[in-house]
Nanobody
């Protein structure tokens, strides 16, 4: 079964940092471009925040989180990470990793990040 699994979410104070991780089962994650998206609590849409190509040479981070969000991958260990620094309450959301390429369209179940003092 093809699955993406996110981890690393939790409760963090404003100004703190988190590192999220995306792993896969049923296929080789290292062969696919991956993006991270988030859905704020009570919001209907999942918005992309960052994406990375399969070999890691192409990276995109959306403007409003640029400088705080870093996407990276370790193809040897077959993980894709998202580091978030200087967290604010506005970053509170469920974070998802996603593959949408060729015949592959897969979402993980998400990991909740809560930023609160």
């Amino acid at each position: 079964q093809v699955q993406l699994v996110e981890s690393g979410g939790g409760l963090v104070q404003p100004g703190g940092s988190l590192r999220l991780s995306c792993t896969a089962s049923g296929f080789d994650l290292s062969q696919w471009p991956v993006s991270w998206h988030r859905q704020g609590l009570g919001k209907e849409s999942r918005l992309m925040v960052a994406g990375i190509s399969a070999d890691g040479s192409g990276i995109r981070v959306v403007d409003h989180v640029k400088g705080r969000f870093t996407i990276f991958r370790d193809n040897f260990n077959r993980t894709v990470g998202l580091e978030i620094n200087n967290l604010t309450p506005d970053d509170t959301a469920v974070y998802y990793c996603h593959i949408n390429s060729h015949h592959m369209n897969v979402w993980g179940k998400g990991t909740l990040v809560t930023v609160s003092s």
